[in-house]
């Protein structure tokens, strides 16, 4: 069983939380005078990194509030919540998770 | 001429009329017509917490999970729903007048309160082994260490949101919306024959 820990309401279980993808993805001041391949960027492509990902969490079954979550791709560990809006936390690499 | 004048007190039924609940360790029952009030604010905005409290006559709870309850004549419970919302449980009929004293009271103010009466059912559960059964869907930990009397929590049960509230050790309501209420239902007359089995 994963815990996540919303930012409101506390440490709940996963089940109770939808994914909402990559966090941080900016979406551009001026969409008319962007190329289609930097359009299709914003909207398709990814990071999806081995490692630590920002990524944007909803708590669906409880507040609904969307927050900010840090998780190792490779171990599914959480390693940090934030509410949105606020500066990500500076996690540090940690090569023991990955074998 | 036929006399047309419905009395709709007496006539109306509630999602709930007629579910049995078989004889065992717990019982449950629907909290028939509860008024419900679901109010949105600025918990920073102290003009906001004072009108709410001025109409409510209790002040709106603000830890996460917890809920204020005035007693008496005039007795209503708010639940913490999220940082900037709320739900009042008022007596049948009192959400009218209730309404209009918040919505008074909030003048001025950006705020939104929603009448949400017939949208939700309350269930009350009672018995000693009643851990037993919610813990049957519910993946809340309901242990008295992070769960206590006078908690709140909006989760799931099976398939079906909740709202939690722990009104004393044994004794809890879930509010569910109406549409749901059966399948919940039925779901936890399922769940309590298992247990007795």
């Known amino acids: 069983m994963l815990l996540i820990q919303c930012p409101f309401c506390g440490e709940r279980d996963l089940t109770e939380f939808s994914h909402g993808g990559e966090a941080h993805i900016t979406r551009p001041a001026n969409p008319d005078k962007i190329s289609d391949e930097e359009w299709g960027d914003y909207i398709f492509f990814r990071t999806n990194p081995k490692g630590i990902q920002y990524e944007r969490w909803i708590h669906s079954h409880g507040c609904r509030r969307w927050f900010n979550a840090v998780r190792d791709t490779v171990s599914d560990e959480f390693l940090g919540f934030y509410k949105s809006g606020e500066q990500p936390p500076k996690i540090k690499r940690r090569k023991v998770l990955r074998k | 001429m036929v006399d047309t004048k419905v009395d709709f007190k007496t006539h109306r039924t509630s999602p ?137 929590a909006q989760s799931y049960f099976a398939k079906a949101s909740i709202l939690l509230h722990r009104v004393d050790d044994d004794h809890y309501t879930i509010q569910v919306r109406w549409t749901f209420a059966q399948y919940l239902w039925d779901y936890l007359v399922q769940s309590a024959d298992m247990m007795a089995a």
């Open chain 2, 16 to 152: 709930l009329d007629g579910a049995v609940w078989p004889v065992g360790p717990i019982t449950l029952s629907e909290k028939k017509f509860l008024g419900k009030i679901n109010i949105r604010g600025n918990a920073d905005d102290a003009a906001f917490l004072a009108a709410a409290k001025k109409a409510l006559g209790v002040a709106l709870p603000l830890a996460a999970n917890t809920v204020s309850m005035r007693k008496g004549k005039k007795a209503v419970t708010v639940f913490w729903l999220g940082p900037d919302e709320w739900l009042v449980h008022s007596a049948d009929g009192s959400q009218i007048s209730l309404l209009k004293a918040l919505q008074t009271a909030f003048k001025g103010l950006h705020t939104a309160v929603t009448d949400v009466s017939d949208y939700f059912v309350v269930i009350e559960l009672h018995g000693s082994t009643v851990h037993d059964l919610l813990a049957r869907g519910c993946p809340l930990d309901l242990h008295p260490r992070t769960f206590k009397p006078g908690d709140c």
